[in-house]
T-cell receptor
Framework: AQKVTQAQTEISVVEKEDVTLDCVYETRDTTYYLFWYKQPPSGELVFLIRRNSFDEQNEISGRYSWNFQKSTSSFNFTITASQVVDSAVYFCALSEARYGNKLVFGAGTILRVKS | GAVVSQHPSRVICKSGTSVKIECRSLDFQATTMFWYRQFPKQSLMLMATSNEGSKATYEQGVEKDKFLINHASLTLSTLTVTSAHPEDSSFYIC?????????????FGEGSRLTVL
């Protein structure tokens, strides 16, 4: 069973628009971590956020914000006032204590921000 | 902050040769490292978990004899693609965990792009 679902394969927006990337996860663990990574065209993975299952507080970091809702098993990522440099592939990932905390990635969402 | 370095970043080899990719944790000791593979326009798939001083744990469907993993020290894990073929061409990314197994932070290397001709 797929554990991390990123239903949006590709999103295109115009600069300055807000955009939300969806992530739905599946786990039977009570202790788990959720992550978001950015992968620009150069290929390296850029860590954006890690959230543990006991912390449901939403987080804001500059233009980035994350909405963690255990009731819907979702961990959505919003970019406010998008910029061309935000263009990248964004991966949501899950690690579960029972599986040694190895990361399972979603399929990724390609974000294209046009000027 | 902690850094994980991979070498080489790009490698081109002929079919049938073996290629070694190194993953180093530069300023922390990593008892556990992970190797991922990413095909073009696809997600990262975990290949194996590399444990210092013991055998690697491979994910289902990954050939152990094809992808040899050695974690000889707390700062170095190597992935050797043996008798490489064009279908092995991919982007290989390692990650290393700093600190405790269940709570330690995970850091990724820059990735190594393998092209087999």
């Amino acid at each position: 069973a797929q554990k991390v679902t990123q239903a949006q394969t590709e999103i295109s927006v115009v600069e300055k628009e807000d955009v939300t990337l969806d992530c739905v996860y599946e786990t039977r663990d009570t202790t788990y971590y959720l992550f978001w990574y950015k992968q620009p065209p150069s290929g390296e993975l850029v860590f954006l956020i890690r959230r543990n299952s006991f912390d449901e507080q939403n987080e804001i970091s500059g233009r980035y914000s994350w909405n963690f809702q255990k009731s819907t098993s979702s961990f959505n990522f919003t970019i406010t006032a998008s910029q061309v440099v935000d263009s990248a592939v964004y991966f949501c990932a899950l690690s579960e204590a029972r599986y040694g905390n190895k990361l399972v990635f979603g399929a990724g969402t390609i974000l294209r921000v046009k000027s | 902050g902690a850094v994980v370095s991979q070498h080489p970043s790009r490698v081109i080899c002929k079919s049938g040769t073996s290629v070694k990719i190194e993953c180093r944790s530069l300023d922390f000791q990593a008892t556990t490292m992970f190797w991922y593979r990413q095909f073009p326009k696809q997600s990262l798939m975990l290949m194996a978990t590399s444990n210092e001083g013991s055998k690697a744990t491979y994910e289902q469907g990954v050939e152990k004899d094809k992808f040899l993993i050695n974690h000889a020290s707390l700062t170095l894990s190597t992935l050797t693609v043996t008798s490489a073929h064009p279908e092995d061409s991919s982007f290989y990314i390692c990650s290393a965990r700093e600190g405790q197994p269940n709570t330690g932070e995970l850091f990724f290397g820059e990735g190594s792009r393998l092209t087999v001709l």
